[in-house]
């Protein structure tokens, strides 16, 4: 069974920075492409970042690019997002999801509160 687990939210004040976790078990981690998907209050889900575990590539939205990263350790079947400069848009449920542009499995969400 495909399960991904994300950790790491909370509330932030505006500049703030946070890290996303998110552990993955159930499939060939090193095999595949995950990545961070938000959904605002009110809004669709969106993609944030993407990232290939077999090379490496990235895949960013333009409204995070410079700001966050996406990156992976394959020997603990972990994706992570480092979140820096946050704004107040960048408040949203975040979740981890196995497949870029469009997944197959997704975790639960954590919740990210950016205030002003």
């Known amino acids: 069974e495909v399960q991904l687990v994300e950790s790491g939210g909370g509330l932030v004040q505006t500049g703030g920075s946070l890290r996303l976790s998110c552990v993955a078990s159930?499939?060939?981690?090193?095999?595949?492409?995950v990545g961070w998907f938000r959904q605002p209050p009110g809004k669709e889900r969106e993609g944030v970042a993407c990232?290939?575990?077999?090379?490496?590539?990235?895949y960013y939205a333009d409204s995070v690019k410079g700001r966050f990263t996406i990156s992976t350790d394959n020997a603990k079947n972990t994706v992570y997002l480092q979140m820096n400069t946050l704004n107040p848009e960048d408040t949203a449920v975040y979740y981890c999801?196995?497949?870029?542009?469009?997944?197959?499995?997704w975790g639960q969400g954590t919740q990210v509160t950016v205030s002003s």
């Open positions: 990232i290939s575990s077999i090379d490496g590539a990235t």
């Open positions: 999801a196995r497949h870029c542009p469009v997944p197959d499995h």
């Open positions: 159930g499939f060939t981690f090193d095999d595949h492409v």
